[in-house]
Protein backbone atom coordinates (compact mmCIF):
# COMPACT_ATOMS: atom_id res chain seq x y z
CA UNK A 1 0.00 0.00 0.00
CA UNK A 2 2.69 2.40 1.00
CA UNK A 3 4.08 1.95 -2.78
CA UNK A 4 0.58 2.48 -4.20
CA UNK A 5 0.40 5.65 -1.94
CA UNK A 6 4.09 6.95 -3.20
CA UNK A 7 2.47 6.36 -6.35
CA UNK A 8 -0.64 8.72 -6.57
CA UNK A 9 1.72 11.20 -4.75
CA UNK A 10 3.94 11.41 -7.58
CA UNK A 11 1.54 11.51 -10.10
CA UNK A 12 -0.83 14.32 -8.50
CA UNK A 13 2.19 16.21 -7.38
CA UNK A 14 4.25 15.83 -10.48
CA UNK A 15 2.02 15.96 -13.28
CA UNK A 16 4.46 16.48 -16.06
CA UNK A 17 6.32 13.04 -15.01
CA UNK A 18 7.66 11.05 -17.84
CA UNK A 19 10.78 9.12 -16.01
CA UNK A 20 10.87 7.27 -13.07
CA UNK A 21 13.98 5.70 -11.33
CA UNK A 22 14.53 3.69 -8.13
CA UNK A 23 17.31 2.16 -6.22
CA UNK A 24 16.11 -0.67 -3.50
CA UNK A 25 18.06 -3.24 -1.75
CA UNK A 26 18.26 -6.20 -3.56
CA UNK A 27 16.38 -8.78 -1.50
CA UNK A 28 12.46 -9.27 -1.31
CA UNK A 29 11.09 -6.19 0.24
CA UNK A 30 13.00 -3.56 -1.97
CA UNK A 31 12.16 -6.58 -4.72
CA UNK A 32 8.61 -5.82 -4.31
CA UNK A 33 8.51 -2.41 -3.34
CA UNK A 34 9.62 -1.31 -6.34
CA UNK A 35 7.50 -3.73 -8.03
CA UNK A 36 4.67 -2.34 -6.75
CA UNK A 37 5.42 1.22 -7.75
CA UNK A 38 6.50 0.80 -10.76
CA UNK A 39 3.18 -1.07 -11.54
CA UNK A 40 0.87 1.53 -9.46
CA UNK A 41 2.97 4.18 -12.39
CA UNK A 42 2.59 2.13 -15.02
CA UNK A 43 -1.65 2.45 -14.64
CA UNK A 44 -1.34 5.76 -13.13
CA UNK A 45 0.68 7.22 -16.01
CA UNK A 46 0.51 5.35 -18.97
CA UNK A 47 3.74 5.64 -20.72
CA UNK A 48 6.04 6.53 -17.98
CA UNK A 49 9.26 5.81 -18.71
CA UNK A 50 11.83 3.93 -16.12
CA UNK A 51 15.56 5.44 -16.13
CA UNK A 52 16.59 3.01 -14.17
CA UNK A 53 16.15 0.49 -11.17
CA UNK A 54 19.10 -0.12 -8.84
CA UNK A 55 19.35 -3.24 -6.48
CA UNK A 56 22.82 -3.21 -4.47
CA UNK A 57 22.89 -6.03 -1.70
CA UNK A 58 21.75 -4.75 1.07
CA UNK A 59 25.00 -3.05 3.11
CA UNK A 60 27.26 -3.08 0.26
CA UNK A 61 27.71 0.83 0.31
CA UNK A 62 30.36 2.65 -1.85
CA UNK A 63 32.81 4.80 -0.32
CA UNK A 64 33.40 6.54 -3.43
CA UNK A 65 30.53 8.92 -3.14
CA UNK A 66 31.45 9.77 0.40
CA UNK A 67 33.55 13.65 0.70
CA UNK A 68 35.14 14.17 3.74
CA UNK A 69 34.94 17.65 5.16
CA UNK A 70 38.19 18.91 3.81
CA UNK A 71 37.02 17.91 0.01
CA UNK A 72 33.70 19.84 0.80
CA UNK A 73 35.74 23.16 1.39
Known amino acids: MDHVAAAL ?3 EKLPKLKKIAGIN ?3 AWG ?3 W ?3 EASMKVLKPGVEVATSQMPKLLSGQSTAQRSPRSLA
Open 9 to 11: YAT
Open 25 to 27: QNY
Open 31 to 33: QDS
Open 35 to 37: ADF
